[in-house]
């Protein structure tokens, strides 16, 4: 029943910064583990950060100490904030729960374009 609306990518140079926001609607995800994934032009989709209900982080090992993932539950924001950017990171950009992303057949939101530029 959550719906997602992701926003606040766009287009950077290397080594520049952006900060993604996750809005759920429908109903609030404060009792959720909520991840972070992207998927590149021909590559699958992939998980980037994940947080737990009670605020514990993941992340991938490509982009461990360049991303930050948190929450505000009683905005029921996710956000991803992305510092030092590489043109590998150049992707679609989705949230959704974890437990549901991880399965085939999942809904997802428009997710929002990363370009980073060399």
């Known amino acids: 029943q959550v719906q997602f609306v992701e926003s606040g990518g766009g287009l950077v140079q290397a080594g520049g910064s952006l900060r993604l926001s996750c809005a759920a609607s429908g109903s609030k995800f404060s009792g959720y583990a909520i991840g972070w994934y992207r998927q590149a032009p021909g590559k699958q989709r992939e998980s980037v950060a994940v947080?737990?209900?009670?605020?514990?982080?993941s992340y991938a090992d490509s982009i461990r100490g360049r991303f930050t993932i948190s929450r505000d539950n009683a905005k029921n924001t996710v956000y991803l904030q992305m510092n030092g950017l590489k043109p590998e990171d150049t992707a679609v950009y989705y949230c959704?729960?974890?437990?549901?992303?991880?399965?085939?057949?999942?809904?997802w939101g428009q997710g929002t374009q990363v370009t980073v530029s060399s």
């Open positions: 947080i737990t209900s009670t605020g514990s982080t």
């Open positions: 959704n729960i974890r437990g549901v992303a991880i399965l085939a057949g999942g809904s």
